[in-house]
């Protein structure tokens, strides 16, 4: 990274490059290393994307890592769609409870989601293998055994 930087200022010193291309190439080579060591970190994870067990929901999938959410937690869903995405919205008893362990930006994310779709719980059916159907009347169920 550092010799990548090296080697673009030589070659503006030798006049191949101006000076814009220089400060271009010099944040990518910042930039680079870190969205490919967290996109090769998302595609190697072994985990499984959304975990439905009788305690509640796990979802991997998300940036903001909520943790298990509780079925006593989960009052009802929704489903919506965004674009080309199928979402399903998990409205919460209490938001403060999942969002409390979050860090700043993952707060700001689930802030963002719980302004414009009521709730921070937001799965977006598009990255799953299971059938949208399938899926629904799994989370249905479960939050009729917790009533």
């Known amino acids: 990274m550092v010799f990548g930087i090296i080697a673009v ?21 910042l930039i680079f290393p870190f969205v490919l060591y967290w996109c090769l970190k998302i595609i190697g ?17 998300q940036f903001a890592k909520f943790g298990v959410v509780k079925w006593e937690n989960i ?39 719980l302004e414009n779709y009521g709730t921070p719980f937001v799965i977006n059916l598009s990255n799953l293998k299971k059938d949208k159907e399938e899926l629904i009347n799994i989370i249905s169920e479960h939050i009729k055994k917790t009533e």
């Open 45 to 61: 994870n072994s985990n499984a994307g959304l975990v439905i067990n009788n305690e509640g929901i796990l979802d991997n999938i």
């Open 75 to 113: 009052k009802g869903y929704r489903t919506c769609r965004v674009f080309f995405s199928d979402l399903i919205l998990l409205d919460l008893l209490d938001n403060e409870v999942v969002m409390k362990n979050l860090n700043k930006i993952q707060k700001n994310n689930a802030q963002n989601r």
């Open 9 to 29: 200022y030589y070659i503006y010193r030798l006049g191949y490059i101006s000076i814009r291309l220089v400060l271009v190439l010099s944040v990518f080579l």
